[in-house]
């Protein structure tokens, strides 16, 4: 009896743990409004329509990985034939986002960290710097004093920096600098 009962909760162990940690896929197909806010300027406002499409492969734990395209008006990334990926992945559940051009190029443009739910109606970015080199090169730097960032939503910035906030919540760093924002 006692070998039963360890049985049943061994497979019960087994069940569960595939559960949280097996990745689920979900199609993404939404078209949001986002507004561009910069870390120095409380009165910077800029509202950019945001197209996304793709498939989001999470566990209930939120690793995985984001693959399609992520269009937002105004950004070089956002033009046809590019694809964008984000990695949920790392320690700190950042999610690393990486653009790739239609030539098959990959690179860090716009947006470099991104925190998104489930469904994508709720995200937040930091936008990169990017200054282009000669060779066809580019840099990208990020300033969490001066930089830029992009939040879903129409444009309220309170509710904006709350939301990125709790979206980066995982990230101690990055949760900082959005609790210390101004209202």
Known sequence: MKK??????????????AVICL??????????TATEY?????????????????????NLLGYGVFEGTFAVSGFE????????????????SLGTAFSQRPSGE???RDLFHLQADRDWSDF?????????KAGHTSTGTFDPDTGRFLVSGPAD???????AA??????????????????
Request: proline share 4%; aromatic share 12%.
């Open 124 to 132: 937040a970015g930091l936008i990169m710097e990017v200054s282009d």
């Open 23 to 32: 990745p689920f896929a979900r199609k993404i197909d939404t078209t949001v």
């Open 4 to 17: 039963r009962v360890i049985l049943i909760l061994c497979v019960l162990a087994v069940l569960l743990t």
């Open 38 to 58: 910069r870390f120095n300027d409380p009165a910077y406002a800029v509202e950019h329509t945001v197209v996304i499409h793709g498939h989001d492969t999470r």
């Open 166 to 183: 709790a979206l980066f919540r995982k990230d101690p760093y990055w949760y900082g600098v959005f609790q210390r924002q101004p209202d």
């Open 157 to 163: 910035r309170e509710a904006a920096v709350a939301k």
């Open 77 to 92: 990334s956002g033009q046809e034939g590019w694809t964008f990926r984000v990695s949920f992945s790392d320690k700190k």
């Open 106 to 108: 990959a690179c860090t």
